[in-house]
């Protein structure tokens, strides 16, 4: 399992293209534009079924929200430099899994891929069952690697912090990164309905991912950086009086399952911040609503 929490270095040009996924499915059709689709389109810049063409250095992104099932590995992303392709999940949620039946995805050399706001999920595979990346460029900030078939990483990958793996395949060294993780203390069903429209692996306490990334690196890779305030299923982050940010998709709420959790957190917050709009202000949601539907998510409904 691979999930993909952060966004990962995006790049432009002048003549870049926008193809968009409208269909969670993996078998192609004519008025629907499935993920392999696009990634074929954005290879050969050429429209395929109902996928627009790509021009060489593109963006894929979503107007569905959900889990891709693959039932075999995505066409291998041949994007050739200096173009690149960015598969962007932003405004949706989406979990790329290879059903714990075949590889995700495969990047040719001298390409550069850029995943944004996305999960890759039960991969397997000979090597790098999430990704089988070969001397690419890809890079990896606040996300956890585990349990993957084969290793969790292979070929170039470029640490930007804050990633954690339970084995030695990514040879992680930046700041906050580790290797050989033993107490991640995933959640031991995997994948499950935490919240939110997809699911996610939750943390339990004592996790090694829990309270690592400072609020000022708690950021997309996106050029501004974004802060980012809440996790896959939607709740806060970090979590009400915290100063850090958990690593990976998920949040671990200190305060989720007490009685009251949601007025306490918004005590917390209006005491922390001078105020719920000044709160909102100050964590970047667009308004109090939100910022109070965040809250309810965090309290686990």
Do not use: W
């Amino acid at each position: 399992m691979i999930a993909v929490a952060f966004a990962l270095t995006l790049s432009t040009a002048a003549h870049a293209a926008t193809i968009t996924v409208t269909s969670l499915a993996d078998s192609s059709g004519t008025n629907i534009c499935i993920l392999r689709d696009a990634i074929t389109a954005a290879n050969t810049m050429t429209a395929t079924n109902g996928c627009a063409a790509g021009s060489g250095n593109d963006t894929i992104n979503f107007s569905v929200t959900g889990t891709i099932t693959l039932g075999s590995t995505l066409p291998e992303i041949a994007n050739v430099a200096p173009n690149s392709l960015t598969i962007d999940g932003t405004g949706q949620n989406i979990t790329i899994s290879g059903n714990n039946m075949v590889q995700v995805m495969q990047v040719a050399s001298s390409t550069t891929l850029n995943l944004r706001n996305l999960t890759i999920a039960h991969g397997l595979g000979a090597f790098g069952g999430g990704i089988g990346n070969y001397t690419a460029t890809l890079n990896l900030k606040g996300t956890i690697l585990a349990a993957s078939s084969g290793g969790n990483c292979s070929g170039s990958i470029t640490d930007n912090g804050y990633n954690l793996s339970d084995d030695n395949s990514c040879g992680f060294s930046a700041t906050g990164s580790h290797n050989n993780v033993t107490n991640l203390n995933l959640a031991p069903k995997g994948l499950q309905n935490n919240g939110g429209p997809t699911q996610t692996i939750a943390l339990e306490a004592g996790s090694a991912a829990i309270d690592k990334i400072p609020v000022a690196d708690c950021t997309d890779q996106s050029s501004p950086a974004k802060r980012i305030t809440t996790d896959q299923p939607g709740a806060l982050r970090p979590d009400v009086g915290e100063l850090l940010c958990d690593i990976g998709a998920y949040e671990f709420q200190d305060l989720a399952g007490r009685p009251n959790c949601h007025g306490k957190s918004v005590s917390a917050l209006a005491q922390q911040y001078g105020g719920l709009n000044a709160a909102a202000s100050a964590l970047s949601f667009p308004n109090v609503q939100a910022l109070q539907n965040a809250i309810t998510i965090s309290c686990g409904g």
